[in-house]
């Protein structure tokens, strides 16, 4: 089996088969949580970390304005085609999300699957201030987070398998632990193993630095920008079911408000 080490996200027809799942429950907890605390109409919808569109595409489905962002331009790229196959209009912006914030105000900010701790803790910060920025007063911000305990404990290895028109992607996600990285991270280590149709194998190695915050940790970022949490739910994305606010550890998805008078900048 021939091996690859390098950017799983560059890979995206492989990525996307691994991460192939309905996005309809994901989507329909967005939606759910925008009816439920958005104040006013939730029209416009920013989505950083976007990778090959899933959510943007089926928001966009929904009949929202989608701007989606990514920083690796062969996701965008799969991003497009897909929308364009689906008839969907979303804006693309090739971005870093610590750098770069819509030009128009959105109503809401949405990223999931634990994409924001690729982050570096203060590349986080400015992350978090340009989605404060982007939104218009009373704005909603949705992430999803995988948040831990102290000391930084590895987290349980995850592994899944999905098959797309004769394409078996195995995916496994797991913490490494190594000497030397920075105070406040994990190194986590994605393997794809692929069989393509024709029966050859591949598999992808990707190992990324990961920032790590406490569930309280995570809130005092986001306070910082102007952000109060509303309600805070595990991966069952279900509304009615909330988790405590403090001390808890693993997956989660954050619905928040920004709580000031608008901080959108033209
Ligand atoms: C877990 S994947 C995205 C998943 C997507 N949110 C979804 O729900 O399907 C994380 C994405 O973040 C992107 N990414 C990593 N660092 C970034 C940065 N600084 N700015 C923007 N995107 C970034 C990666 O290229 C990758 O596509």
Redesign the pocket.
């Known amino acids: 089996m021939r091996t690859i080490y390098g950017n799983w996200?560059e890979y995206p027809r492989y990525y996307d088969i691994a991460?192939g799942w309905d996005p309809d429950v994901e989507v329909g907890f967005v939606e759910d949580a925008f009816h439920k605390f958005g104040v006013g109409p939730i029209k416009r919808v920013y989505e950083?970390?976007?990778?090959?569109g899933?959510?943007a595409i089926a928001l966009a489905e929904r009949g929202y304005d989608l701007i989606g962002?990514?920083?690796?331009p062969a996701?965008l790229d799969f991003a497009r085609q897909r929308a364009a196959d689906h008839g969907a209009a979303v804006r693309w912006e090739l971005?870093?999300?610590?750098a770069w914030s819509p030009n128009e105000p959105v109503d809401a900010v949405v990223?999931?699957?634990?994409?924001f701790r690729?982050?570096p803790p203060e590349?986080a910060k400015a992350a978090v201030a340009n989605f404060a920025k982007s939104l218009r007063a009373n704005g909603l911000l949705i992430v999803g987070v995988d948040v831990g305990d102290r000391p930084i404990e590895v987290t349980p290895e995850e592994h899944w398998t999905m098959e797309r028109d004769g394409v078996v992607v195995q995916t496994a996600v797991f913490d490494l632990r190594k000497p030397g990285i920075t105070p406040g991270t994990t190194v986590t280590r994605a393997r794809m193993a692929i069989r393509e149709r024709d029966g050859s194998e591949l598999e992808i190695i990707c190992d990324d630095e990961m920032a790590r915050y406490t569930l309280d940790e995570f809130l005092r970022l986001t306070r910082g920008a102007g952000f109060e949490p509303l309600t805070i739910c595990d991966r069952r994305y279900d509304l009615r079911r909330p988790i405590p606010l403090s001390g808890y550890a693993g997956d989660i998805v954050a619905v928040m408000r920004l709580g000031r008078a608008a901080t959108f900048v033209a």
């Open positions: 996200y991460f950083p970390f976007c990778g090959t899933r959510i962002a990514d920083i690796v996701a971005a870093d999300a610590s990223t999931l699957i634990d994409s690729h982050l590349a």
